[in-house]
């Protein structure tokens, strides 16, 4: 079982950053990846930025450029810097990680809150 545990969530003004943090229960070379996903309220949950453990990164087009999805493998660490953020950033983030065993089993944390508010 891989338990992930999310920090780093609250309230920042229009234009502001905030870094979030998740920390695996588990090394990265037992997983094949890592990210993040949203989810506004009355919307569906969406991918914002995930990073493969060969190092390839994917981003939705509503935050390249703003967000940076990272990791600090000897912590087991992965991070999501979020830069000029927007009210429609406003969601709750959730941590994931993924491995195929062989099919592919998702495993997620408990959320943290994001509000972007002046």
């Known amino acids: 079982q891989v338990q992930l545990v999310e920090s780093g969530g609250g309230l920042v003004q229009p234009g502001g950053s905030l870094r979030l943090s998740c920390a695996a229960s588990v090394s990265f070379t037992s997983l094949h990846g890592m990210g993040w996903y949203r989810q506004a309220p009355g919307k569906q949950r969406e991918l914002v930025a995930t990073l493969g453990n060969n190092g390839n990164t994917n981003y939705a087009d509503s935050v390249k450029v703003r967000f940076t999805i990272s990791r600090d493998t000897a912590e087991n660490t992965v991070y999501l810097q979020m830069n000029s953020r927007k009210p429609e950033d406003t969601a709750v983030y959730y941590c994931?990680?993924?491995?195929?065993?062989?099919?592919?089993?998702?495993?997620w944390g408990q959320g943290t809150q994001v509000t972007v508010s002046s």
């Open positions: 994931n990680a993924w491995r195929y065993l062989p099919r592919r089993r998702d495993y």
